[in-house]
């Protein structure tokens, strides 16, 4: 199943702004599996108006909530628990920042090159 990265404005639109903020301030950076019908941690954490319309808008989908906090990234700490084994949810979510950045920092470990974003035309 693929991710779809949420932003901010939609996911303000979807819940309102207060909805939003308590979302992303609770799992910012992280991935999570939006159910159809309103049940779990998610429906305990923005209440259950929320939560319906968090489900009419992305029900049944696996996405990405924005990070709101700012702060160094920590790259250098971010590689050694990933040479130590641990998991990229894992260290988004003890460290404060993306899954998505985990990975990309995971992949440069590995060695295997960002794929090119743009072709140039001449």
Same mark, same amino acid.
Request: with cysteine; net charge positive; hydrophobic share 40%.
């Given at each position: 199943?693929?991710?779809?990265?949420?932003?901010?404005?939609? /996911?303000? !639109?979807?819940? =309102?702004?207060?909805?939003?903020?308590? +979302? %992303? *301030?609770?799992? &910012? $950076?992280?991935?999570?599996?939006?159910?159809?019908?309103?049940?779990?941690? /998610?429906? !305990?954490?923005? =209440?259950?108006?929320?939560?319906?319309? +968090? %489900? *009419?808008?992305? &029900? $049944?989908?696996?996405?990405?909530?924005?990070?709101?906090?700012?702060?160094?990234?920590?790259?250098?700490?971010?590689?050694?628990?990933?040479?130590?084994?641990?998991?990229?949810?894992?260290?988004?979510?003890?460290?404060?920042?993306?899954?998505?950045?985990?990975?990309?920092?995971?992949?440069?470990?590995?060695?295997?090159?960002?794929?090119?974003?743009?072709?140039?035309?001449?």
């Amino acid at each position: 199943m693929s991710e779809v990265w949420v932003s901010h404005d939609e /996911l303000a !639109e979807a819940v =309102g702004e207060t909805g939003a903020v308590i +979302l %992303c *301030a609770a799992c &910012g $950076g992280r991935s999570l599996f939006i159910p159809k019908k309103p049940c779990g941690y /998610l429906l !305990e954490l923005l =209440g259950s108006q929320r939560m319906g319309y +968090l %489900c *009419a808008v992305f &029900g $049944g989908m696996q996405v990405v909530v924005p990070n709101l906090r700012r702060g160094e990234p920590f790259k250098d700490r971010i590689l050694s628990r990933l040479e130590a084994g641990e998991k990229p949810d894992a260290i988004a979510q003890a460290l404060g920042v993306t899954t998505r950045y985990v990975r990309r920092l995971k992949k440069q470990l590995r060695g295997i090159p960002e794929p090119q974003r743009q072709y140039r035309l001449l």
